[in-house]
C-alpha cells in the first residue's frame, strides 16, 4: 500500500510539473494587461517600474524552469523505457536526481515486482530475520579488530556508488588533496568483500575507509606501472650517460641449486599464484564475495589532473549482446575461450604459435574480455551459490545485483545467511558463499537449465530456471523473439553451473550450436529419452528431477535437456504431454516461439514481460551469433607458424623457415647451430624431437647470421642499460606483471592506467594519432591530449637529445615524413624488445649463443603480460597479440637451453631454465616433459611420473599429443618409479 501511495505522489507531483504548471502560466499570462504589447513594450522599459516588469521576469523564468524539467522527466523516462542509466548532464545533478525519484516511484504503480513464478510466499512470521529491500545493499560489517577501550577508535565512512579516494577526501579531509593520506591509512587493510584497497583508483561500494587523523605525508616515488614494447631506442644514446661501473659486459648468474626439485604445479608460479584479475575465479573459501559491478561505471577513473571523476569507458567495439542484462553471456565466453587457449598453449610444439581468429571477431573477444572484469567475479560467486544450495531447494528464478546480493525465489523456507525479502529469499553481499552450505566435490549443480532472461531497472540480472518452468512459450516482436532464443541457447552451452546440459536447437538458435557442438547439437529423440528417463526414475525415488541430480539418486547421473524451437509442431506435442504430465520430474524444458500469447512477451523496444517480471531482455543478434562461434572455433584449432616481424625472424626473434638450413648439412656457408651436437645425442638426453632441433636451432646461412649482428651493434650497450641501477632511460617490463619505470614527475594517480596508454604508444613505434588514442583507451579525442601531456611529463626528459621523451605530435620525424600529428616515444627500453634481439642474435652466433639466450631468460620475471589492468588492454586483442607471441618466445628459449643444459650435464642450469618456463606459462606441455626428464637424470622417478601426469592429463595413455607420443615412446618414463 506505501508503494502505491508512493506511485500515486509521484504521478501527481508529474502531472502537476507537465500539465497543471504550464496551464497556470498560460492563464496568467493571458490575464488583461499582464503582457505588454509589443507597441508599449519600449515605453514600459523606459516607464519606472511599478512592480509589473519584475512580475513578467518571474513569469518567464517560470517557463524557463518548467521547460527545463520537463527535459529532464523526458530523459529519465526514456531511459526508464529502454532499460539504459540516463546520461549525467552538467550543473544539473540535483533537479536531474529529483526528475529520476519521481519516474522510478511513477513507474512502480505500472512495473510487476519480479515474484516467484507460480510458487507460493513463504510465511513471513517464519523468517528468521527481518525483511531487507533487495536492491538496497546491506550495511558492510567491518572485520577489523576493535580497538582496546583506552584508545578511540578512528572514524570510518563507508563508500557509496560513484565514490573516489579524491571525493572523499575533499568530503571528510576538507581538501581533495589529502586523498594519499586516506589511502595510505587503509592499504592493505581487509575489507568486507574480502579484498584488500592495492590501488587507489579500486575502491567498491561497501568499502569501509578509516579517516586519517595525521597532517598530509609526501609521497615520494611512483609505484611501477605497465608499458609495452618500442621500437628500438636510438643505438648512440644508451650508455653515453651510464657510470663506469656500469659498462662492463652483464654476466649471466649462475642458476641457485634448489634443494629439492621445483614444484611442478601451475600454483607454484608467480602467474597463478597471482591471477589475473580479469579471469573469473572461484571464491576464495576465506574472503566473503567481491562486489563487482555489472557495468563498467563503477570502474570510472580519473584521467585528467583536473577532473575528479570521468564516466567509464565507451568502446566503439563494444558488443550489446554481451553487456547490459547478457553479461553473464560475456564472462561465459571470456572463460571458455580462456580454457581452450590453455589447452592451445599447453599442446603446442616449439616453434609455432596457438592459432587466433580472424580480426573481424576481436570486438567479440574485447567485449568478453570486458563483461568478466566487471562481472567475473559475480558470476563465480553466483556458480558457489548454486552449487552449495540445500539440494532439497524449489528454485524458479535468481536475481543477482551489482553490489553482489543476490535472492533467490523459491516456495521454501532458508536458513542462515538466507533473509526473508519481498521478492524471495536475500543472500547479503557480506555473506562468504561457505555460509551458504557445503561444497560437495564433483557433484552437478542442481539447476544447469538457469538462464539469464533480462534486468531489471536496478541493473539487477533475472535468471529463470526453465526446468522448473517447464513449458515456456515466448510471443512478440518477431525480431526480439529471435535474438532472445539464441542469447539463451548460447548462454546455456557455456554457463559453469550448465555443464553436461543437451540442447535441441531449431529455428534462430541453430545459428550458435557452432559455440559448443557437445552440448547443443541434440535431437529431439535424444531429449524425449531423457525427459522419459527422468520422468520414471524421479517416481520410484520420490524426488524432483534437480534434487535426484543433486544427491544423485539411483545409479546414473541426471542429465538435464531442453528443446528450444522456433515454431510448435506435432513432433514437440509427444515431450510438451510428458513435461506436463510429470512437472518438474523430467529435467527437461521446452521453449517455443508463438505468435501471441506467449508465457513471456517480447516488446521492440526490447523489453520483455510475463512470468511476475518486466525486464530489459537478452538478445543476441544473428551476427553476435555467428562472431561467436567463430571466435570459439578458432581457439580449438591446432597451432600455426609465426607471423614474420622482418626479412629475417618472426615475431618470436626465431629465424624465418626460408633462412633455417640442415643441422645435418656441414655446409661451410653456414654458421652451427646453437646446438651443434647430432640429433641424437640431444634425443637422448632430454624431451625434445627432430623437429624441434630443425625448427628452434638450425644451422644458419652466414650472409643471414651477418646481417643478424651487423644490424645489432649496440645489443650489448641496451642490454647493460637495462638492468643497471642507474639507467637514465625510462623502462618497461612485459615479460611478467607489467611496469614502467619512469624518471619524470611522479604520478600521483592513475598509475594503471597510464602505463596502459604508454604501453599501447610503445607497442605502436611508429606513432599513433590522438584519435587513434582516443579510441583505444575509450575516451575523447580532448582527454586523449591530457593523457599524452602526463604521459610526457611522466616520462620526462630525454638526455640524449634534451627533449621529451614523448615529442610533441608534430615534431617526431615520422609525423614530418607522414604530414601527420603522431605520438610516439623515443629511447624506451622495453624487456620484450630486448629478448626477441636478443634471441635473434643468439642463433646468429652458433654455439657461443647460448650466453645470449641465458641473458634474455635473466628478462622474465613472470608470465608475459601479467597483472593487467581490469577492464583495460582492450585494445591488445584488436593487435597483433604480443602477448602471445613473448610467452611462445619464453618457453621455445627455456626448452632449448633445458635441451642444452641436459646434454652438457648442468641439471641446476636445466632446472632454472624449466622453472622459468613454467612461470610463463604454467600450461606448457613441454616444460613440463623438460622437468620430468631433468628428475630422470636427477634420479627422482617418482618426481617425474607426478610431472608426466600433469603435463598429459589425468590418462596420459587418451591425452598424449603427437610429440609427447614420440618423446615418451622412446623413453621408459612412465615405467619408472
Not at 36 to 50: E, I, K, Q, V, Y
Not at 123 to 136: N, Q, Y
Not at 170 to 183: C, M, N, S
Not at 801 to 822: I, N
Request: aromatic share 4%; charged share 20%; with cysteine.
Amino acid at each position: 500500500m506505501t508503494r502505491l501511495l508512493s506511485s500515486l505522489a509521484a504521478i501527481s507531483a508529474i502531472a502537476g510539473i507537465l500539465i497543471g504548471a504550464p496551464a497556470l502560466l498560460i492563464q496568467l499570462g493571458q490575464l488583461p494587461g499582464f503582457l505588454p504589447r509589443l507597441d508599449r513594450l519600449a515605453g514600459m522599459l523606459l516607464a519606472p517600474d511599478s512592480g509589473r516588469f519584475l512580475l513578467v521576469l518571474i513569469w518567464a523564468a517560470a517557463w524557463t524552469l518548467w521547460a527545463w524539467l520537463t527535459v529532464l522527466i523526458l530523459i529519465e523516462t526514456a531511459a526508464l523505457l529502454r532499460g539504459v542509466k540516463a546520461p549525467r548532464l552538467p550543473a544539473a545533478s540535483m533537479p536531474q536526481g529529483l526528475a529520476r525519484a519521481l519516474v522510478v516511484a511513477a513507474a512502480a504503480a505500472f512495473i510487476a515486482t519480479p515474484l516467484n513464478a507460480g510458487a507460493a510466499q513463504p510465511d513471513t512470521a517464519s523468517a528468521p530475520v527481518a525483511a531487507v529491500p533487495a536492491a538496497v545493499a546491506l550495511p558492510s560489517q567491518d572485520p577489523r579488530p576493535t580497538p582496546p577501550p583506552d584508545v578511540a577508535p578512528a572514524e570510518s565512512v563507508t563508500v557509496d556508488e560513484g565514490d573516489t579516494l579524491w571525493d572523499l577526501a575533499e568530503e571528510h579531509l576538507g581538501d581533495p588533496g589529502r586523498w594519499p593520506e586516506l589511502y595510505d591509512a587503509n592499504k592493505g587493510t581487509p575489507q568486507p568483500t574480502g579484498h584488500v584497497l592495492e590501488d587507489p583508483d579500486q575502491i567498491d561500494v561497501g568499502w569501509t575507509l578509516t579517516l586519517p587523523g595525521q597532517p598530509a605525508r609526501a609521497t615520494t616515488e611512483p609505484a611501477p606501472q605497465t608499458q609495452t614494447q618500442p621500437e628500438t631506442p636510438r643505438r648512440e644514446a644508451v650508455t653515453s650517460l651510464l657510470p663506469a661501473e656500469d659498462t662492463a659486459p652483464v654476466e649471466t648468474p649462475a642458476a641457485a641449486t634448489p634443494s629439492t626439485a621445483p614444484s611442478v604445479t601451475p600454483s607454484a608460479t608467480p602467474s597463478a599464484a597471482a591471477p589475473s584479475a580479469a579471469a573469473p575465479t572461484a571464491i576464495s573459501s576465506a574472503a566473503p564475495a567481491t562486489l563487482t559491478p555489472l557495468r563498467a561505471e563503477a570502474t570510472a577513473v580519473d584521467i585528467a589532473e583536473d577532473s575528479d571523476r570521468v564516466d567509464a569507458p565507451m568502446y566503439a567495439w563494444e558488443v550489446a549482446g554481451l553487456l547490459g542484462a547478457g553479461t553473464f553471456l560475456g564472462v561465459g565466453i571470456s572463460t571458455l575461450l580462456g580454457a581452450r587457449r590453455r589447452e592451445q598453449f599447453r599442446t603446442r610444439r616449439p616453434g609455432r604459435m596457438i592459432a587466433t581468429p580472424d580480426p573481424v571477431v576481436a570486438p567479440i573477444e574485447q567485449t568478453a574480455q570486458l563483461a568478466t572484469s566487471l562481472s567475473g567475479l559475480l558470476v563465480a560467486r553466483l556458480d558457489q551459490v548454486l552449487r552449495r544450495l540445500d539440494p532439497h531447494t524449489t528454485l524458479t528464478a535468481v536475481v543477482v545485483a551489482r553490489d553482489a546480493t543476490i535472492v533467490v525465489h523459491t516456495p521454501d523456507q532458508l536458513p542462515a545467511p538466507w533473509i526473508h525479502d519481498r521478492d524471495g529469499w536475500l543472500l547479503p553481499n557480506t555473506a562468504p558463499v561457505e555460509t551458504v552450505g557445503d561444497l560437495v566435490p564433483d557433484r552437478p549443480c542442481p539447476y544447469p537449465l538457469l538462464v539469464t532472461i533480462g534486468a531489471d531497472t536496478s541493473d539487477r540480472v533475472v535468471l529463470l530456471n526453465l526446468e522448473h518452468a517447464g513449458l515456456v512459450t515466448v510471443s512478440g516482436d518477431p525480431v526480439m523473439s529471435a535474438d532472445f532464443t539464441r542469447y539463451l541457447a548460447a548462454e546455456l552451452a557455456i554457463n559453469p553451473w550448465s555443464d553436461g546440459v543437451r540442447i535441441a536447437c531449431e529455428g534462430p538458435a541453430t545459428q550458435v550450436i557452432g559455440m559448443f557442438p557437445e552440448r547443443l547439437d541434440a535431437h529431439l529423440d535424444e531429449i524425449l529419452t531423457i525427459a522419459t528417463t527422468n520422468a520414471a526414475r524421479a517416481a520410484n525415488n520420490a524426488v524432483q528431477a534437480s534434487e535426484g541430480r543433486a544427491v544423485q539418486a539411483g545409479d546414473e547421473t541426471w542429465a538435464a535437456a531442453a528443446v528450444i524451437t522456433g515454431k510448435p509442431s506435432e513432433d514437440l506435442e509427444e515431450l510438451a504431454a510428458l513435461i506436463a504430465n510429470h512437472p518438474h520430474q523430467t529435467g527437461t524444458a521446452l521453449l517455443t516461439l508463438t505468435p501471441t500469447g506467449g508465457d513471456l512477451a517480447l516488446t521492440p523496444a526490447g523489453r520483455i514481460r510475463g512470468l511476475g517480471f518486466e525486464l530489459t531482455a537478452v538478445g543476441l543478434t544473428e551476427d553476435e551469433a555467428a562472431g561467436c562461434a567463430d571466435l570459439l572455433a578458432a581457439a580449438t584449432r591446432d597451432d600455426t607458424p609465426p607471423a614474420p616481424a622482418d626479412q629475417l625472424v618472426d615475431v618470436t626473434g626465431n629465424l624465418l623457415p626460408e633462412h633455417r638450413a640442415d643441422r645435418n648439412n656441414d655446409d661451410t656457408d653456414t654458421v652451427e647451430s646453437l646446438l651443434p651436437e647430432p640429433d641424437h645425442a640431444y634425443i637422448d638426453t632430454a624431451a625434445v624431437t627432430s623437429d624441434d632441433l630443425i625448427t628452434v636451432a638450425p644451422r644458419v646461412p652466414e650472409p643471414v647470421a651477418e646481417a643478424l649482428q651487423e644490424r645489432d651493434p649496440d645489443l650489448d650497450a641496451q642490454v647493460r642499460a637495462w638492468f643497471s641501477a642507474h639507467c637514465p632511460y625510462p623502462r618497461l617490463s612485459l615479460l611478467g606483471p607489467v611496469t614502467a619505470r619512469c624518471h619524470g614527475k611522479p604520478l600521483a594517480k592513475q598509475k594503471a592506467y597510464y602505463t596502459e596508454a604508454l604501453a599501447y604508444l610503445a607497442l605502436h613505434p611508429h606513432g599513433v594519432t590522438g584519435d587513434q588514442v582516443a579510441e583505444a583507451l575509450g575516451i575523447t579525442v580532448e582527454r586523449a591530449r591530457t593523457v599524452i601531456s602526463t604521459l610526457r611529463l611522466w616520462l620526462g626528459t630525454n638526455p640524449a637529445t634534451g627533449t621529451p621523451h614523448l615529442p610533441d605530435a608534430k615534431s617526431s620525424p615520422q609525423a614530418k615524413a607522414r604530414g601527420v600529428g603522431l605520438y610516439l616515444v623515443e629511447d624506451l627500453l622495453v624487456d620484450a624488445d630486448l629478448f626477441r634481439r636478443l634471441r635473434a642474435r643468439g642463433l646468429a652466433r652458433g654455439r657461443e649463443g647460448i650466453e645470449d639466450l641465458e641473458t634474455a631468460l635473466q628478462l622474465v620475471t613472470g608470465r608475459p603480460f601479467d597483472q593487467l589492468r581490469p577492464a583495460g588492454w582492450a585494445w591488445l586483442i584488436d593487435g597483433d597479440r604480443v602477448d602471445h607471441h613473448m610467452v611462445c618466445a619464453v618457453t621455445d628459449v627455456a626448452h632449448i637451453l633445458v635441451t642444452h643444459h641436459l646434454q652438457s650435464g648442468d641439471l641446476d642450469a636445466a632446472k632454472h631454465a624449466a622453472t622459468i618456463a613454467l612461470t610463463a606459462d604454467p600450461d606448457s606441455e613441454t616444460a613440463r616433459l623438460d622437468l620430468a626428464g631433468i628428475m630422470v637424470h636427477d634420479g627422482r622417478t617418482t618426481s617425474a611420473r607426478r610431472i608426466l601426469a600433469d603435463a598429459l592429463g589425468d590418462n596420459a595413455d587418451l591425452d598424449l599429443t603427437p610429440r609427447a607420443s614420440d618423446i615418451l615412446n622412446g623413453k621408459n618414463w612412465l615405467k619408472t618409479g
